[in-house]
């Protein structure tokens, strides 16, 4: 009997980050008539608009607390489980914290899917915790009627070395540790237009930890750190900005892209995320040309992190890039806002 191959993505209706709600829906969700007293021990709540929550321990340590799931973005159910658990594990490194404990997060559609291709995605889940050190201990599971996967994640952090996306300086250099583009290639995939070769570099793309963060923690010229995910570069940095009360330039040449982008973007491939993007931040941006608006709005799963550089940090932060065998070019600087748009491109 001929095995008839399961693609995950035809039972969602959308995919990764991408499904992630607007930022400016968000904001209704989140705001609240009523006044919460303030808990002193929590160092990063959700008035922070940041990637993880930040409790005191008392001890001059920090719990990171998080979590993150969405819909597959990819049709093997292995490699959904392994995207959706570095997504959620990259919360801990963008704090510049230690991930150590991790529980699963499944929602599976039982009438339509098979329970065979859940225990897949829990392996590549697993295979990416163990990777990052960590164990998938438990979690929870409901049956429903698309597949959902993620991770609610712990960390640690020494709270000198905590980073936070609200906490950069004027002059700050902005580094990003992964090319732009896989909400642009996820789309291309659901309409079948994914060439191999591009499935494979989103694919490593998804699935590499933001291991980095917890080194960038102990850098005490690192001043700001986020990492980039379903709001797209132009979101993070946005909030980036307004959490440290500044403005951002962009050098777009030197914002680093997947090199296929023009030819999806010619079919088309644009993600549904990225419009609803650019309608909650577009305001806050200068002119921009839409091949700009659409890879810098594009909304990223597992994307890289996005690190603000104090000025006289740069050189030492090259320096230690390069014994690590990595190399990220300055895409753009922080900066004092006096008027104008938050962001500009040139």
């Not at 996306?165 to 902005?174: D, Q, Y």
């Not at 090319?179 to 570099?201: H, M, N, W």
């Not at 490593?204 to 963060?213: E, F, I, P, V």
């Not at 307004?242 to 079919?267: H, N, R």
């Amino acid at each position: 009997m001929e095995t008839i191959a399961i693609k995950l993505t035809r039972y969602s209706h959308g995919a990764g980050c991408g499904c992630k709600i607007s930022p400016a829906i968000l904001d209704k969700i989140l705001h609240s008539p009523i006044a919460h007293a303030p808990d002193a021990r929590l160092l990063v709540g959700n008035d922070k608009r940041d990637d993880a929550a930040v409790f005191d321990l008392g001890n001059g340590t920090a719990l990171i607390s998080t979590t993150d799931f969405f819909m597959p973005i990819v049709d093997d159910a292995y490699d959904f489980g392994r995207i959706a658990s570095a997504n959620a594990i990259s919360d801990v490194y963008a704090m510049g914290g230690k991930p150590v404990l991790s529980i699963a997060i499944l929602g599976w559609p039982v009438d339509k899917l098979p329970p065979e291709e859940a225990q897949k995605v829990l392996e590549g889940s697993r295979a990416v915790c163990a990777e990052a050190g960590i164990t998938l201990a438990g979690g929870h599971s409901i049956d429903c009627p698309e597949p959902i996967f993620g991770l609610a994640v712990n960390g640690l952090v020494n709270i000198a070395d905590l980073k936070q996306n609200s906490t950069a300086t004027p002059g700050c250099r902005l580094y990003l540790t992964k090319a732009l583009g896989v909400g642009i290639l996820s789309t291309a995939q659901k309409r079948g237009l994914l060439l191999p070769e591009d499935a494979a570099i989103a694919l490593k793309s998804m699935t590499t930890l933001n291991m980095l963060g917890e080194v960038f923690g102990k850098m005490k010229y690192v001043k700001a750190m986020t990492d980039v995910t379903g709001f797209g570069l132009l979101g993070h940095l946005a909030e980036m900005c307004e959490g440290s009360g500044l403005a951002a330039t962009i050098e777009f040449d030197k914002v680093p892209v997947i090199p296929s982008l023009p030819y999806y973007l010619e079919q088309n491939c644009i993600p549904g995320g990225t419009m609803r993007n650019w309608d909650s931040n577009g305001d806050k941006i200068g002119p921009v040309t839409a091949t700009q608006k659409y890879i810098l709005a594009d909304p990223q799963t597992s994307g890289g992190l996005l690190v603000a550089v104090a000025e006289e940090g740069v050189n030492d932060f090259e320096e230690e890039l390069q014994k690590m065998g990595c190399h990220f070019e300055e895409i753009g600087w922080m900066q004092k806002k006096i008027g104008g748009h938050l962001i500009t491109v040139i």
